[in-house]
């Protein structure tokens, strides 16, 4: 693609799965997009490229990308896509208002509600996007994803419209943005399916038997219908996110029998690859998740309106303990299964 000068600066900051798959797909049709990157991961994309496959490595394309490593580099960027994970949003910010204050339009692809506290408090044109990508890093500069997906997105209280036109149409060939106009009942429909990051991440299911399926496909079905609860009894309404199983077939699941919600779950799950939770506390052996960020948030919503979660906070709070753990140990189906059982009776 040739330089075109006109092109605002695009700076995507943070360059793990997502934010590199981003930068991937847009360089080819926005060239003044640029990856602030950092370590190996800087070194290896600078000396061999951008690596991105979808499922298989058979299928990998190499892309030549611009990297950056510090906001210094583009002091007139107009606009920031932050594609870092809650816990390192702080930081974030304070560094991008550092070097170039409240001037950029911030595009944030956080899971959940956190960034609407953080955000605000440095920056007065925020857009918030769901994005509804399964993307992973093999290695530095390698990153892989199932489908391309989309990103919906939109503003509190739906302003910046001509410039989400803008950024659509400017994307549009790499990637798809979709303006939503009822944002929060988007973060919250996806939030339902991010409750299941927890409960892949703490059960062991890759070696589930007859017996124990039942078992995990009523424990899956009931924690997420338990979170629709949560969140229409908050106000919350199904925003309709192409690629996610509407709430109404959820519902109408968890009320089969769990041999048949058990074989449903693990059909589902069949060449799913590791969820962002996984990816932290498994594959990366990290202290730190997005429970507090996700789960947790709902089960304060829950207790701020007087109802009962049992599926909900016994994932949570064996999350919470067992994540604590070095190394980590996922759980047994049984052994979740108890337990809940007993906050049941």
Known sequence: MEENLNLPDVVIYGAGAIGASVCGWLTPIYNKVYLLARGKNAQAIKSKGLTLYQ???????????NIIEDLDEKPNATIVIIAVKNYDLEEVAKDIYSKLGDKPIIVALQNGVENQTILP?????????????????????????RIKGYVIFGTLNNTLQAEMKD?????????KFRISQNIQDAIHTKLVFNLSNSILTLIN?????????PKFGHIYYSTLVEGINILEATGFKEHRLPGLVPWSVLKKTAKESNEISGTMVLNQLKGVSPNSMTQDIIIRQK?????????????????????SAPYN????ELCKFQFKKKPFKQLEVKDVWEIIRQKLN
């Open 55 to 65: 499922n298989s490595l058979d299928n990998k394309q190499v892309i030549n990308v």
């Open 121 to 145: 408090k440095y920056f007065s044109k925020v857009i918030y996007g769901v994005i509804m990508i399964s993307a992973w890093r093999n290695e530095p500069g390698v990153f892989g994803h």
């Open 167 to 175: 950024i659509k149409n400017s994307f549009s060939g790499g990637l």
């Open 205 to 213: 299911n890759t070696e589930i038997d007859k017996e124990s399926a």
């Open 287 to 307: 202290a730190q998740s997005e429970l507090e960020h996700l789960n947790g948030y709902l089960i304060n919503l829950a207790k701020n309106l007087g109802i």
């Open 313 to 316: 906070s016994t994932i949570y």
